[in-house]
């Protein structure tokens, strides 16, 4: 199974959104709604920030949101923090019962 | 609360078995609502599901490795195990367990293993 498709940096300044791409295919983005989204510092592990295309869990800021059009997802992160520089890395499960993550976006604070 | 801690060595040569453990304190590995995975990360790249198990003891793997690897679990001490057989130096990445459910939604630290004669 091929990695889901992220760009490979995104960045914005402070207050500003950004929106992070998530692309797959009818085999596992656009067949289901378990599209999950995580937030990984470097050196740490990764942290749940959405989870089935657009839920977030309880404690994570109201300022990260998921959605999906077609074989795209998408997390939306506002008013930008600096606390927000890190990679985000995307999560779909598949037809196959499996699981299948992105290429991962560093996103960057100016 | 649940925490997850991987163990095992941190190197391995070529052509060997890499196994390592997950230990899962503060909830029991028996719960139906949860499965229990392995993930990894080479370095500088993203992440990889490799697979997982649940309280039944029903497992799947990730296509791309099915051929390589076996998850069991132990119930007496919480435990679930990871093994990868004929490792190569592409094997060598950051290795996560995680608590599988609507998300991965509690990690490991992780621990690095390296591939290396």
């Known amino acids: 199974q091929s990695a889901l498709t992220q760009p490979a940096s995104v960045s914005g300044s402070p207050g500003q959104s950004i929106t992070i791409s998530c692309t797959g295919t009818s085999t596992d983005v656009g067949g289901y709604n378990y599209v999950s989204w995580y937030q990984q510092h470097p050196g740490k592990a990764p942290k749940v920030m959405i989870f089935d295309v657009s839920n977030r869990p309880s404690g994570v800021s109201r300022r990260f949101s998921g959605s999906k059009s077609g074989n795209t997802a998408s997390l939306t992160i506002s008013g930008l923090q600096a606390e927000d520089e890190a990679d985000y890395h995307c999560s779909s499960y598949t037809f196959s019962n499996s699981f299948v993550f992105g290429t991962g976006t560093k996103v960057t604070v100016l | 609360q649940v925490q997850l801690q991987e163990s095992g060595p941190g190197l391995v040569k070529p052509s060997q078995t890499l196994s390592l453990t997950c230990t899962v304190s503060g909830g029991s590995i028996n719960s139906d609502s949860y499965y229990w995975s392995w993930i990894r990360q080479p370095a500088g790249t993203g992440l990889e599901w490799i697979g997982r198990?649940?309280?039944?003891?029903?497992?799947i793997y990730n296509p791309s490795l099915k051929s390589r690897v076996n998850i069991s679990k132990d119930t007496s001490k919480n435990q679930f195990s990871l093994k990868v057989d004929s490792v190569t130096a592409a094997d060598t990445a950051v290795y996560f367990c995680?608590?599988?459910?609507?998300?991965?939604?509690?990690w490991g630290q992780g621990t690095m293993v390296t591939v290396s004669p």
């Open positions: 198990i649940h309280a039944s003891g029903s497992t």
């Open positions: 995680a608590r599988n459910g609507a998300a991965f939604d509690i």
